[in-house]
């Protein structure tokens, strides 16, 4: 039997696709390799994860040569979220909550 408690408990745990509602992105049930932000040196031909494993990334932008700003979402969160991190993985900080594509401009 369908209460409204068990529906809202179901409407909790999903959110929006442009064709359908489909559950809040997590590790175990993301569709393909999670997302993650890679930088690639053409010299040496290696690549390098920079987000954190436990962090989903992505349409990531470089601030400059040692930062970059990309989206994510939390599980748990609703929405995806502007994030700024040092290529090294530190300095992890949300700037803007409930946000979409990150961009820079030079002056």
């Not at 959110?15 to 997590?26: D, E, H, I, M, Y």
């Not at 989903?56 to 502007?82: C, H, M, T, Y």
């Amino acid at each position: 039997m369908v209460t409204a408690e068990s529906m809202f408990h179901r409407m909790e745990n999903t959110c929006f696709s442009a064709s359908k509602w489909v559950r809040k992105p997590t590790a175990e049930n993301w569709d393909g390799p999670v997302p993650a932000l890679w930088s690639f040196d053409l010299h040496s031909q290696h690549a390098v994860r920079i987000t954190p494993k436990r962090l989903f990334g992505w349409d990531g932008v470089w601030i400059d040569n040692a930062n970059v700003l990309f989206l994510s979402q939390a599980v748990g969160e609703k929405s995806a979220s502007i994030y700024r991190m040092s290529i090294n993985g530190k300095n992890l900080k949300r700037l803007i909550k409930d946000a979409r594509f990150p961009t820079i401009s030079a002056p």
